[in-house]
């Protein structure tokens, strides 16, 4: 395999997917104590069964919160080539994506609230066959990414 | 006069269509209540009187707004666009750049066809920088000839050749480029259209329907009604018979209801080439007729089903593209073709996708990690069965989960046997079996991204998986390569002039 694509993403990635991770974790609060409300109270089951869901719950809010984020920020990585956009991501299954810069219908920079408040931005660019996202960039980079592209795209080669 | 500045109304039959869709939606709407309230209080003259008069109104109110409504309705081509007005309070105007312009198809129903006009559909795609797509626009009823003209001057088209007006010896001509003569390609059949219909495969999806009609007879006709009965007569001696028999009966009804569904929609399938765009013509009694510019066809895909499969036979299927937040269409470009006929017959079609290379298959290791991920969910659910059947004291039954898990297995066998793919200078070819086996081939110009991916399993044993986007919806993907293959296709299908070394 060539050499990994050269740009990591901003450092604070890693705290963004952090408070991402924990609001996920949130929200599968809800089914976990359900689950094991259900299991102690109307099935009666043992403890150490109806605990289950509430440990299982528990592993997952670690994973997404302490693990998955910083091993997610040391795979990511992004470059603009001349004729394509490398990408490399994933934690378990890395995936390496090449886009050639000629397919590349539109690009966009987006924001959600909480990228907002941590001066973050995603790069999103389309093909037909879809949006790619190059996600947790510094506001001032993801510009920078977003009109390179841009600026690559208008020189469309048909090859 | 094809580039009619002057805009044009829709044929007058326009009118009736949208009173009839009017009183179909107002009956849709109407008719539940109407009939509840009747059975719950009768019917007394009155309320029919009431009925009636409900009726006629709504009919006359309708046709009203159905003229308003055709008046409203205009629609031109003003130099490089395509304009369409309507609506009767507000007004709603729509232009679109004729280069947009994805697919101009002609639909015939049945009430076009008693009066002789057809449906003109303009189907659009938002290109360059909106992503978003625009809506289509049809004209409900058009009569022939100006169909025929409007998809010529709206043809999709690359350039954009546009009419140019000229001062000629004094009188203003304008020149309208030649529509190019259609060249028929390949018509189907009568013997193959039956044949289509009767491999079509549809049996599974229309078993299941009549199964469930079924259902309400066995309300009526309980077995031992059946039995008894058969039993009188003397025939059926016994209840195995019965039920063979019924399911054979149950199955040749499918069987036909699958062939005439495809009857209908296949009959007098012809495929022609039309300077850069193909037409198809198909259908018995809705005829439908589509016209897609061969620039638009992402890939093709040869399909043959398990029926098909013992003749050597295949469907072709085209994905056309997608644009922004669009979807992608795939369409049927021939029902049923022999397998060695696909490749001359892609070569007068689309011949940018006439290739049909020796395919390779995968290392001899990938087969045991398709036979497990095949086995897996149902050895899962097998575990779980077997151990409720031991529980419940029948373990003699616990067999046929565990042969659901051998089943599972030979379902990975088989996939992985199905799997072939090829790469070359301008040629991405994936063949892969979910039960159909297909065949995709997409030219390299005309892959999104690629990828390659590799899991932790993946990587211990020197595997990958390598993917390819066509278009949204359609990703070829081969699971389990030589990793360095799946690497060497990840950058051979790149862009020829990419840095060769990074």
Redesign the interface.
């Known amino acids: 395999?060539?050499?990994a694509p050269r740009e990591r993403l901003d450092p604070r990635a890693k705290q963004l997917w952090r408070v991402e991770g924990a609001i996920t974790s949130a929200f599968l609060l809800l089914p976990a104590a359900g689950a094991t409300l259900f299991l102690s109270r109307v099935v009666e089951a043992p403890t150490y069964l109806a605990a289950l869901p509430g440990l299982l719950w528990l592993l997952v809010a670690v994973l997404l919160v302490l693990v998955a984020p910083g091993v997610r920020w040391s795979r990511w990585r992004y470059e603009i080539?001349?004729?394509?956009v490398d990408l490399q991501r994933?934690v378990?299954?890395?995936?390496?994506?090449?886009?050639?810069l000629?397919?590349v219908?539109?690009v966009d920079t987006q924001q959600g609230p909480i990228e907002r408040g941590m001066g973050l931005a995603s790069v999103v660019f389309?093909?037909?066959?879809?949006p790619?996202r190059i996600p947790a960039l510094a506001v001032q980079r993801a510009d920078e990414v977003r009109d390179r592209i841009a600026e690559l795209t208008r020189v469309r080669?048909?090859? | 006069m094809s580039s009619s500045a002057e805009p044009q109304r829709l044929h007058p039959v326009a009118m009736l269509l949208d009173l009839l869709r009017s009183i179909r939606g107002w009956f849709s709407v109407t008719s539940l209540p109407w009939l509840f309230v009747a059975f719950r209080d009768g019917i007394d003259l009155s309320s029919i009187g009431f009925l009636l008069v409900l009726i006629v109104v709504s009919v006359v109110a309708s046709a009203v707004w159905g003229m308003l409504s055709w008046r409203a309705t205009l629609y031109s081509i003003e130099g490089n666009s395509f304009r369409f007005r309507r609506g009767v309070l507000g007004r709603n105007e729509r232009t679109i750049p004729l280069d947009h312009i994805q697919s101009v198809d002609i639909v015939q129903g049945v009430i076009q066809r008693i009066f002789n006009v057809v449906e003109v559909r303009i189907e659009t795609a938002g290109g360059g920088g909106s992503g978003r797509g625009e809506a289509d626009v049809s004209l409900p009823a058009v009569s022939r000839p100006v169909a025929a003209e409007l998809q010529r001057s709206l043809a999709p088209r690359r350039g954009g050749t546009v009419a140019v007006a000229q001062p000629d010896a004094g009188v203003l001509t304008v020149e309208v480029p030649e529509a190019p003569q259609p060249v028929l390609i390949r018509r189907l059949s009568m013997g193959r259209l039956l044949l289509a219909g009767a491999t079509s495969g549809q049996i599974g999806i229309v078993l299941p329907l009549i199964a469930t009609f079924s259902q309400l007879f066995d309300d009526v006709l309980t077995p031992e009604f059946v039995m008894r009965f058969a039993q009188e007569q003397g025939w059926l001696p016994n209840s195995v018979a019965v039920a063979v028999l019924l399911a054979f009966g149950v199955l040749l009804l499918a069987w036909l209801i699958a062939i005439a569904g495809a009857v209908l929609a296949f009959a007098g399938f012809t495929l022609s080439r039309e300077g850069d765009s193909l037409r198809i013509q198909r259908g018995l009694i809705e005829r439908r007729e589509v016209t897609i510019p061969i620039n638009r066809i992402q890939a093709v895909q040869t399909v043959e089903n398990i029926f098909r499969q013992p003749f050597g036979m295949v469907l072709v299927r085209m994905e056309s593209a997608g644009y922004g937040a669009n979807a992608g269409v795939s369409t049927t470009l021939f029902p049923l073709l022999a397998r060695a006929e696909v490749e001359s017959f892609l070569k007068a079609a689309a011949p940018e996708f006439a290739v049909s290379p020796p395919l390779q298959s995968l290392p001899r290791r990938a087969l045991r990690r398709y036979v497990i991920r095949s086995a897996l969910p149902a050895l899962l659910l097998a575990a779980l069965a077997v151990s409720l059947l031991v529980w419940r004291g029948l373990s003699e039954l616990a067999i046929v989960p565990l042969s659901l898990v051998l089943l599972g297995g030979a379902y990975g066998w088989l996939r992985f046997k199905g799997v072939g793919w090829s790469v070359d200078r301008d040629h991405l070819v994936v063949r892969y079996r979910t039960l159909a086996r297909t065949m995709a081939i997409a030219p390299r110009r005309r892959l999104q991204s690629r990828s390659f991916a590799q899991s932790p399993f993946q990587r211990r044993v020197g595997l990958a998986t390598f993917s390819a986007q066509v278009g949204r919806g359609l990703n070829l993907e081969v699971v389990d390569m030589e990793a360095t293959d799946a690497e060497d296709a990840l950058y051979r299908l790149g862009p020829t002039s990419a840095p060769s070394q990074h």
């Open positions: 395999m060539r050499t080539l001349e004729t394509e994933g378990l299954f890395i995936t390496r994506t090449l886009v050639p000629a397919r219908q539109h389309y093909t037909a066959a879809g790619n080669d048909e090859l």
